[in-house]
């Protein structure tokens, strides 16, 4: 049994990975500033003794007494609607925040992971991306507060494994999806299943043809805990799911699945939206033994399911 610190921990992704720490046993310290999570998404955990919950920012310091052995840093709005809501926020939680999880990593000598992302290659000019693309990233931009801090945050990690030791690990995680998504995320998977089950217009940005890879959230949390577990591999390592769709395919699939009246509309391309991104994920399973098992149908079934139930 460890004890594991998940920042983050009633977010999406976050509140599936406390869920499954629990599971194997682990005690789980959850750190939430409540952004974007939801007390909703940790409530079921709320009964195991060996789960707590501490409502704190990791742009200002986190001091505990209790020996913590590992940390995941998920702490960062992760939809472009909630991270331009307040871009300075999002770029203090990238480094100030960062910078604050990794002392305490330092302090505990605790293993620490960070929740990088695909962002971090930009509106990439290599496809698929694998880890050795240093990125097409636009620095001036409004997702750039996002792509760069992130990236800021890789290079804090790695800095403090070189200079102070810290046992990081990094992984860069591709569109991952499924319940507990929040129904205002704002990102496409949410979006066209709360619009295809409420009968109102799917709203597609652009044309609908710039792609996306998606990957279900059980098998992502695989894939953190096979990268916390690994020896010797501090990464970056992407996680994702290698099948490319289109968004206009995406929006086709959702329409059929829900069996939905919606009709698609075509809204205005934000700025420096990448225009295709799919995972390479060679490395994953060489180092990892990891791969994605959840094909977008059966992933997106699961999630239609959630959402019928809170809609
Ligand atoms: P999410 O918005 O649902 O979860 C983020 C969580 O972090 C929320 O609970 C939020 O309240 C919390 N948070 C935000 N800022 C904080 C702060 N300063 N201090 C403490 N808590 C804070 O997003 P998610 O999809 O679950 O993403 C989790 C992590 O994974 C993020 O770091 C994100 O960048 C990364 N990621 C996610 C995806 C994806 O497709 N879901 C892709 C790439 C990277
Ligand atoms: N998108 C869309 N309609 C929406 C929300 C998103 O067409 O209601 C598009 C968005 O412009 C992008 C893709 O879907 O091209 C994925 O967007 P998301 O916000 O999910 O993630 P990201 O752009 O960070 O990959």
């Known amino acids: 049994m460890k004890t594991m610190l998940v920042t983050g921990g009633a977010g999406f992704i976050g509140s599936h990975l406390c869920g499954k720490l629990l599971e194997l046993g682990h005690k789980v310290i959850c750190l939430d500033n409540f952004f974007t999570g939801s007390k909703k998404n940790i409530q079921p955990f709320s009964a195991n003794k060996n789960f707590s919950l501490v409502e704190h920012d990791i742009i200002k310091p986190y001091f505990t007494q209790e020996k913590i052995d590992q940390i995941y840093n998920l702490a960062c709005p992760a939809s472009p609607l909630h991270y331009q809501f307040d871009a300075i926020q999002t ?14 990593a ?17 509106d990439p000019q290599a496809h698929p991306q694998t880890e050795s693309y240093w990125g097409n990233v636009n620095c001036i931009g409004t997702r750039s507060c996002y792509d760069e801090g992130k990236r800021c945050a890789e290079t804090l990690f790695f800095d403090y494994q070189r200079q102070n030791l810290v046992d990081i690990k990094v992984v860069r995680i591709f569109n991952t999806y499924g319940p507990n998504m ?26 609908g043809r710039q792609t996306r890879s998606f990957c279900y959230v059980d098998d992502l949390v695989e894939g953190l805990l096979a990268m916390m577990a690994k020896e010797k591999f501090s990464g970056p390592v992407n996680l994702g799911n290698a099948g490319e769709f289109t968004i ?26 990448p225009v295709k991104r799919k995972p390479d994920l060679a490395l994953a399973k060489e180092k990892l033994g990891w791969q994605p098992k959840i094909e977008l149908a059966e992933g997106l079934k699961k999630t239609i399911a959630y959402f019928k139930k809170i809609i």
């Open 248 to 273: 206009a395919e995406l929006a086709e699939m959702i329409i059929k699945l829900t069996d939905s009246q919606s009709r698609t509309i075509y809204n205005k391309l934000p700025a420096d939206d």
């Open 91 to 104: 770029v203090k939680a990238n480094t100030i925040g960062v910078i604050n999880i990794l002392g305490l």
């Open 182 to 207: 929040a129904v205002n995320d704002g990102r496409v998977v949410s979006n066209f299943i709360v619009q295809a089950l409420k009968g109102i217009d799917i709203t597609i940005n652009g044309d």
């Open 106 to 122: 330092k302090k505990h000598q605790a293993r620490i992971l960070q929740a990088s992302t695909s962002e971090i290659y930009g």
